[in-house]
């Protein structure tokens, strides 16, 4: 009885093992027993599998780092990036601006406060300051144009090469400043374009007055006449002149191109305006509501368009003489009524 006793437990117990066994033997590919000679891993399989995936994603990375961009450089929140630019793109910048912004940039640092004076292109006009006089208004004019053309050696500044100007007369003082600031940018050699556009403040002058400021601006001219010589377009507006003034002035004017005359008149009779300019280079003349009963271009050769709008007289005031290069003839005048 005993042995049969002890025969059944070792049949129980070997079925249990060989149960055991093929619960083993069924068990995922994958899956490690937490026990047994047979399941502890190699020495050295576990740092070579490790060393193999450093190495993969290393080669990742380099492929990502040369397909894509570099990333921006990094700059201080307070940084000043504009200023950090060369010399010219400021210049550059500037150029673009209306002139009094360009000028209140120049508040900006040290570095942008020199920057105005190195400008190609200065445009001023009179109109744009403010004052309770006119005078008040060209002193603001001339202490701008002060700042602005006073100038710099050659060698540290970008030569002014357009100066367009916008004033008053008559105003003595304010014109002396104008003609020898002009004079001393002209004598650089660099200037392609001046322009001087000017007016009376006030358009109730008489004529005896007109005719006065008419030959203040001739002295002016006389005064300097390198600045005149450089010009190359003039506007004058409500000024009365004598019979030769015109052709004085043109001729004195070597680069002048382009003549415009508003609202100017004749002192004297007859008003016949005469230009005889054989040897200048004149292009373009404008006669807009000119006082005068004719007009006679004797010698113009190298005029090439005419403008005439709104004449006193009933008839064309033009009178065409020696214009070889003339292509245009531009006329305007309102119909009368009856």
Known sequence: RACRESTK?????????SKGSRIEMVAPRGRRSPSGPD???????????????????QKAAARVSVNQPAPPPKFNAGADRISALPEHLL???????????????????RRWRRLPKHLSRVD??????????????????????????????????SALKSLILGFYMPSPPHLSTIGRLVQDVVSLGQTECLEFCISLPSPSNTVPQRAEIGR???????????????LTS??????AFGHSDITELISSCGRLRRLTLRTCRLVDLPFVLKIDTPCSGIQELKFLCVGCTRIDLISVPKLRQVVCHSWISE?????????????SVLLDSRAMAW
């Open 124 to 157: 001023l006009d009179v109109a744009h300051f403010q004052g309770a006089t006119p005078l008040e208004a060209m002193d603001a004019f001339t202490g701008a144009a002060r700042s602005l053309l006073a100038v710099v050696p050659l060698a540290e500044s």
């Open 91 to 109: 210049l550059e910048i500037l150029e673009r601006l209306d002139l009094r912004e360009a000028v209140r940039a120049g508040a900006l640092s």
């Open 234 to 239: 003039l506007a004058l507006e409500r000024l």
């Open 315 to 327: 008839k064309l005031p033009l009178h065409f003489g020696y214009v070889p290069e003339l292509r």
């Open 9 to 17: 437990s070792k049949s129980a117990a070997s079925r249990r093992g």
């Open 216 to 230: 203040q601006f001739m002295s002016f001219c006389q005064a300097y006449p390198v600045a005149f010589s450089w």
């Open 39 to 57: 399941r502890r891993p190699q020495a050295g399989g576990g740092e070579r599998s490790a060393g193999g995936a450093a190495a993969s994603e």
